[in-house]
């Protein structure tokens, strides 16, 4: 017989868990939280029986963590704590440190979010698993695991994450998910690694899979005349938050030459005067503004344009269209942006002020490049 106790509901807040969804990505994290349940709580049970160096054996003999449903809205999986109470293997009693175990991790989560001792609800070896949990979450998202407590709601997110991880003096480095643009300078078939050197970033090693070896290759083939790539994996970062190498490539590829994102990269380096003592160096704000604009607006099958950065502090996009030549200058300040075409047979000449904020201006943009490439026909 089976014991179905409900344990754990914790609420997933962003837009990616809106409409009763959680991405598969995320499911990898209530695993880890399974696993770290059951070592706390065998650490309660041996705060209680001081007289004992390890937990009984049959300790977690049938018990489990099981996902049962994810209720609508913010989706809310809820999990429930399963007990086979079979040849009384597995006595009632043990049930409490289980319970115990979830409270100290939503305890301790609460004091990394209100800037409170966190060792006080859990000790420092098992701090370290908060590196594989919540790992997957971006800005503005969260798991709220009290979320009916609307003081203090337990929330986990990329912020009280790292505060859990690095309260363990134990822990030395610390993983994210990341993506990365860069070059592959070296490849060694021998070790399965390659060198990533970071656009505007550090050079790093990361592991060569067999999926992943022909992209490698190629990338590092074409690396004196420019190939980049985008990897999409798991960072390990040090406590200065300085990336050491990448633990996992989860996907790899290769870059078009005038990728946004990557040349935009670029030009994070620049500092004030980078123009013979002159010109501002462009904003980070604006700089991950436009990338995102070009990411969310600009249609795949249209060609990109290049990228240069201007003396006051913007970026100018080029396009050569056969017979034609199109700028387009964008100031960081008011999201506005300078269209100019011209017509190098006739020397016919058309400008046009976008606000680029508004989808409208990225429409008519994508438009007049559609007419002159014959996309939009």
């Not at 698993?129 to 998202?141: H, K, P």
């Not at 004196?224 to 970062?237: E, I, K, S």
């Not at 078009?256 to 013979?276: P, T, V, Y």
Request: net charge negative; glycine share 8%.
């Amino acid at each position: 017989m089976t014991q179905h106790i409900p344990f754990l509901s914790p609420k997933m807040e962003g837009a990616r868990f809106d409409g009763h969804a959680i991405p598969l990505e995320m499911l990898k994290d209530l695993a880890v939280l399974e696993e770290m349940i059951i070592e706390v709580a065998k650490w309660r049970y041996l705060q209680e029986h001081q007289d004992r160096k390890r937990s009984p054996r049959h300790f977690t003999e049938g018990i489990s963590l099981k996902l049962t449903a994810v209720t609508e809205g913010s989706a809310v999986p809820h999990l429930e704590l399963c007990v086979e109470e079979t040849w009384g293997l597995f006595p009632p009693v043990n049930q409490a440190y289980f319970e115990r175990a979830r409270d100290s991790i939503i305890g301790a989560i609460n004091a990394a979010e209100h800037d409170e001792p966190i060792v006080n609800h859990l000790p420092d070896n098992l701090l370290g698993y908060f590196d594989r949990i919540g790992r997957g979450l971006r800005d503005g998202e969260a798991m709220l695991f009290d979320p009916a407590n609307h003081d203090r709601p337990a929330r986990l997110n990329k912020v009280t994450r790292r505060k859990l991880v690095l309260a363990s003096s134990q822990v030395q480095e610390l993983t994210e998910e990341v993506t990365l643009r860069g070059t592959v300078p070296e490849a060694d078939q021998g070790k399965m690694s390659f060198e990533l050197q970071v656009i505007n970033g550090p050079k790093v090693v990361a592991p060569i899979t067999a999926q992943h070896l022909v992209t490698v290759l190629e990338a590092f083939n074409g690396y004196r005349q420019g190939a980049r790539v985008l990897l999409q994996g798991v960072g390990r970062y040090n406590r200065c938050d300085r990336l050491q190498s990448i633990e996992t490539v989860e996907h790899i590829s290769m870059l078009d030459a005038n990728d946004i994102a990557a040349r935009l990269d670029e030009f994070r380096s620049l500092k004030h005067g980078w123009l013979a003592g002159k010109g501002f160096a462009p904003s980070m704000q604006g700089l991950d503004w436009l990338a995102s604009c070009f990411d969310v607006y600009y249609p795949e099958g249209l060609p990109l344009p290049y990228l240069y950065p201007t003396a006051e502090g913007g970026v100018q996009a080029e396009w050569s269209l056969g017979e034609h030549e199109i700028s387009l200058e964008v100031n960081f300040d008011t999201h506005l942006g300078e269209w100019h075409s011209l017509n190098l047979t006739s020397q016919e000449e058309t400008t046009s002020d976008l606000k680029l904020d508004e989808v409208d201006a990225w429409q008519w943009l994508a438009a007049e490049i559609g007419k002159l490439t014959g996309a939009g026909q």
